[in-house]
């Protein structure tokens, strides 16, 4: 979603696709008539009628499903979750925030009405209504099976509290952020202090990440602004590759304005005020200007529950280029140094998710391609710093693993391993464990 000031995302807008069954008209406008008798008369009236009934839908409820036409050109689903007036429109000139029902909420977005289908609008159910029809025409395997999707990434939340996080959070509040050289469009909802209510756009400080409002106030900061990278320890440097570690109580301000920012693009994570209790590792790209952020993970300083990470991103313009991997790559190293296991924190995004069984899958099947003769579970653990449980369950989810004689045992066919390897993709970037300089936390104090 991400994108440079040079390359904007072109947003296709058409009217709805055309009735055929509408009369024919000549250059006036004017009915051609091709047939005898009354037909054209019949033909003007479904017109009329057809046209009566779409200006009788509007303005849409919050609530109703309609087709959409996306950036595809194509149409897709969507649900109306807000509306707002036009000023100086008609009664019924509205704009409508929609969740593509198809797609992750990230997608999420206001549209204009000439992007909607009108002819089919499904009038608003009550959601209970709704959910209880929804319920009776599903199986007990299929509501089971939405049950454990459904929520996407909130699986630490009740029901009550999953509905007042989505409502809270439903509208995007800021559309997009000026990053460094990158116009940014956001993927959700971030809890911005109230006086950035009325904001669209905000404009960051690649280095310090203050945010302001306009352009001006971002220029007249940077004249000022003496930091050229996160400010914290440099623990790693290979080629124009750096990562710091930022101490969230020595340096309070920035971590809370880098947990604003990376809430506009993760859903699923609690935005932690504290921010004392962490550290956060800043990867960054360098060059003659200074070291720009393009990702980061937390961890806490101490975790009962063996966590090496709490949360996990890389930015948009960023993606795809290896920089995910390399975080993950580079907590687990952390873990090593600290002579533990590590996991990640759940509940796991949907793209954290797919990152952690990639890496998870290139690690083990390396091993077990290389390895001679028998290794355990635990063997690998201790290797690889990767708990046993992410392991077993990456090993089962690729059917490399059998229960035999009251043991788990590894099939590992190299032909097998190979395909399975194929599929995960490329590796990223390596960490290269000689450049870094770091002591854990709990020697520090």
């Known amino acids: 979603m991400g994108s440079s000031a040079n390359t904007e995302t072109a947003m296709v807008i058409a009217s709805p696709a055309s009735n055929h069954n509408n009369p024919v008209t000549n250059g006036g406008g004017a009915i051609t008539n091709h047939t005898p008798g009354p037909i054209p008369d019949l033909v003007i009236s479904e017109s009329d009628s057809s046209k009566k009934r779409r200006t ?11 087709m959409c036409q996306w950036r595809d050109g194509k149409y897709h689903p969507v649900k109306v979750i807000e509306r707002r007036k ?4 008609g009664n019924n000139d509205y704009e409508y ?3 593509y029902t198809e797609f992750n909420r990230r997608l999420d977005e206001w549209i204009k009405l000439e992007q909607l289908d009108l002819d089919s609008v499904e009038c608003a159910l009550d959601e209970k209504v709704e959910d209880k029809v929804t319920s009776l025409k599903m199986t007990r395997h299929q509501k089971r099976k939405i049950d454990e999707t459904h929520v996407e ?11 007042e996080h989505e409502e809270f959070t439903k509208v995007k509040n800021i559309a997009t952020i000026e990053l460094g050289k990158y116009e940014i469009e956001t993927w959700y909802f971030s809890p911005f202090p109230p006086e950035y209510n009325d904001c669209v756009k905000l404009f960051f400080c690649e280095f310090c990440l203050s945010f302001m409002k306009r352009k001006e106030q971002l220029q007249r900061h940077m004249r000022k602004c003496d930091l050229k990278h996160p400010p914290g320890d440099e623990i790693y440097r290979s080629s124009t590759l750096s990562m710091f570690e930022v101490d969230g109580k020595k340096n309070k301000v920035y971590a809370q304005n880098l947990c604003y920012l990376a809430k506009l693009f993760l859903d699923h994570k609690t935005l932690y005020y504290d921010v004392d209790l962490f550290l956060f590792y800043i990867l960054c790209e360098c060059d003659d200007r200074g070291c720009h952020m393009v990702g980061y993970f937390s961890k806490e300083k101490h975790s009962e529950e063996a966590y090496n990470l709490a949360c996990i991103l ?15 790559a580079f907590s687990y190293e952390l873990s090593k140094k600290e002579g533990k296991v590590g996991t ?3 509940p796991l995004s949907d793209l954290g998710l797919v990152s952690y069984r990639g890496y998870w899958t290139r690690i083990l099947l390396d091993i077990l391609k290389k390895h001679k003769g028998n290794i355990s579970i635990k063997e690998l653990s201790d290797m690889t710093a990767i708990k046993a449980e992410d392991i077993l ?13 009251g043991q788990h045992v590894i099939c590992a066919d190299p032909k097998v391993l190979d395909r399975h390897l194929k ?6 970037l390596d960490v290269d464990v000689s450049k870094m300089i770091w002591t854990p936390y709990k020697e520090q104090s």
């Open 56 to 66: 009788g839908v509007l303005p849409l409820e919050v609530g109703t499903r309609v």
């Open 86 to 89: 036009n000023y100086g429109g």
């Open 97 to 99: 925030y929609v969740h």
């Open 153 to 163: 990434g909130h699986e630490e939340l009740d029901a009550a509290s999953l509905r």
């Open 314 to 328: 890389t930015l948009p313009p960023y993606q795809r280029k290896g920089y995910g991997k390399f975080l993950i």
């Open 344 to 346: 990640p924190e759940r």
């Open 393 to 405: 369950s990456t090993l089962q989810s690729l059917e490399l693993i059998q229960y035999r004689k």
């Open 423 to 428: 599929a995960a993709g490329r590796g990223g």
